[in-house]
Each structure stands twice: as structure tokens, then as C-alpha cells.
């Protein structure tokens, strides 16, 4: 059986994955319900796909890199980079996943940013969409779906809540 392309993601009630700034201290200041399913979710993970800033970004949030146990990807123009756990690439998401796919047994976590998701989304990659929505409205922020995303209708699979948080899981 082939790997699901998982996103899984928390956004504001307005949309938003993050301030302007690609700072999320007000994500961390809704309560849950425990890790809210996190870790069941992480267990069903065999790989990881994030943008650069993404990655970025996770740096700054813990002190050890959390994903360093499984194949890690990040998307950039510029893959000359290099750092331990993951390979910084330039392919086409189209080709990383329809790749990863045969190389992998468990789901591919998308982790983000919008414009690694948006590309995602024009080639019809992401199966399960699984957002958690944060009770707290931005005002302005980087959108979870960026401006000319392509339209897609989804099928509501479950809801349910997790402290303050409300989980909802689509299928494509």
C-alpha cells in the first residue's frame, strides 16, 4: 500500500500559519488538549517535506532538530546547502513525492510553508489534509493557502475538539 501525503498543520482562525514575520508565539498560547494527537500522528510519519523558512523556523523552536530519525526534505532554490538530517533540494515536489512514495512505507508529513503547499496542491499531491484551527483571528500573516492557489474541493472526515483547538480532517 503507498503512502499517504499528509498535511498537517495549525492555522489562526483567519487562515494564517503564521505572523508576517514567520513567528508563531500566538500558536503556543492556545491551550490543548495535550499534545492534541500529535504524537499518535508522528508515528504514522516515514518522511518530511517542509519549505526553507519552514525549516527555519523549526530551528529556532527546539534545541535539537525533532525530525531527525526519518528522510527530511526542504524545499529551496538554493540546495547547495548542507546540514545534518536533512537534504535541502530544488526537485520538483511532483518528482520528490511521487519518489519518496516508492521509497518510503509510512506517510509523508507536508510540513509547510503555503508556497511548498500551494505547489502540492496544483499537482494533486496531498491526500489527507488534517488542520488544527487555532481560536485567535491575526489580522494579517502568511496564509495556509496563498493568493492563485488552485481550487479544491475536499470531503470532511472528521472533527472533533482538542482543548481550545478545533481538528478537522479532509480528504482529497
Known amino acids: 500500500m503507498m503512502p499517504n501525503v499528509v498535511l498537517y498543520i495549525a492555522m489562526s482562525l483567519d487562515g494564517k500559519i503564521a505572523r508576517s514575520n514567520d513567528q508563531l508565539d500566538w500558536l503556543f498560547a492556545v491551550d490543548g488538549d495535550g499534545d492534541n494527537g500529535y504524537a499518535e500522528f508522528f508515528k504514522t510519519i516515514g518522511a518530511v517535506i517542509m519549505g526553507r523558512k519552514t525549516y527555519e523556523e523549526v530551528l529556532q523552536l527546539s534545541e535539537e ?35 519518496l512514495k516508492r521509497e518510503v512505507d509510512q506517510d509523508i ?64
Open 65 to 99: 532538530y525533532p525530525y531527525k530519525d526519518m528522510p527530511n526534505y526542504i524545499m529551496t532554490r538554493n540546495p547547495d546547502r548542507e546540514a545534518e538530517h536533512v537534504t535541502f533540494t530544488d526537485e520538483s515536489i511532483e518528482e520528490l513525492i511521487h519518489r
Open 109 to 172: 508529513w507536508l510540513i509547510g510553508g503555503g508556497e511548498v503547499i500551494k505547489a502540492a496542491m496544483e499537482h494533486d499531491l496531498i491526500d489527507r489534509y488534517e488542520i488544527a484551527i487555532a481560536p485567535i483571528v491575526l489580522g494579517e500573516g502568511i496564509p495556509l493557502f496563498p493568493e492563485g492557489t488552485e481550487e479544491t474541493k475536499l470531503q470532511l472526515t472528521n472533527q472533533r475538539a482538542s482543548g481550545q483547538f478545533v481538528m478537522v480532517t479532509y480528504q482529497n
